[in-house]
């Protein structure tokens, strides 16, 4: 088990001070969830409800809960009340259904927009020229806080091809900001995984997301 602990501090030790790093913990169980706390994660990502609530709930407020999987909408009433931050929202109808929940427990969820960066029309995420519509729709609801970008990138042999897409969805990230949308704070873009966060942070990423480097190869 040192072996997490021992990833946990090599990555961190390379990430620049400003980057935050999110343990992409699909799959895992909480003795492995334990080790990446005590070595010093404090976020960690699930992609899965079912999954994820056991761990959750053994875990608890120790560390802090992103969703960062695609949001079932037959899910949200699950996944609100269990989780700090949903990294994936990519509708207004996914956001009114994440309000409308966050208001029955009495919360307010911090969001972040996926940006569908590969224009990808079988991949889930807001289209880059999309985005900005959307904040526009969305930022008026009283229990759900825009705070940045998300992005995947398309699925590459080549993990260095997704500089362009990193680039792309940074650029939108600045220009976003710059507008200064009410109840909107560009404050978080969630960019990069295991392959690529090292491109990701170069791009300008705030956040990555890294599993298998922290945890190994997921056992499904």
């Known amino acids: ?12 030790s390379e990430i620049p001070a400003g980057v935050t790093v999110v343990a992409a913990a699909k799959a895992r169980n909480a003795l492995e969830i334990e080790e990446a706390l005590d070595a010093g994660i404090t976020i960690f990502g699930e992609s899965y409800l079912q999954e994820s609530r056991p761990v959750i709930e053994a875990i608890g407020s120790r560390a802090v809960w992103h969703f960062i999987g ?13 989780f700090d931050m949903i990294q994936t929202i990519d509708s207004l109808e996914l956001a009114v259904m994440v309000d409308q929940h966050a208001a029955r427990n009495g919360k307010v969820m911090p969001v972040l927009i996926e940006v569908n960066s590969g224009r990808e029309e079988n991949k889930h995420g807001a289209m880059p020229e999309a985005v900005e ?11 759900l806080r825009v705070q940045g970008l998300m992005t995947m990138g398309p699925f590459l042999d080549d993990y260095t091809g997704l500089r362009p897409y990193f680039r792309e969805t940074r650029t ?21 995984m295991s392959d690529s966060f090292r491109i990701a942070v170069e791009e300008g990423a705030t956040m990555v997301r890294i599993g298998t480097m922290i945890f190994g190869e997921r056992p499904y």
């Open 1 to 12: 088990m040192g072996r997490i602990r021992d990833n946990v501090q090599k990555i961190l």
């Open 70 to 82: 695609h949001v079932q909408k037959n899910k949200v009433k699950h996944v609100v009340p269990l």
């Open 133 to 143: 519509a959307l904040i526009r729709q969305i930022c008026a609801l009283p229990n």
């Open 172 to 192: 939108l990230f600045e220009e976003l900001r710059s507008l200064s949308i009410p109840n909107v704070s560009m404050e978080t873009l969630s960019m990069g």
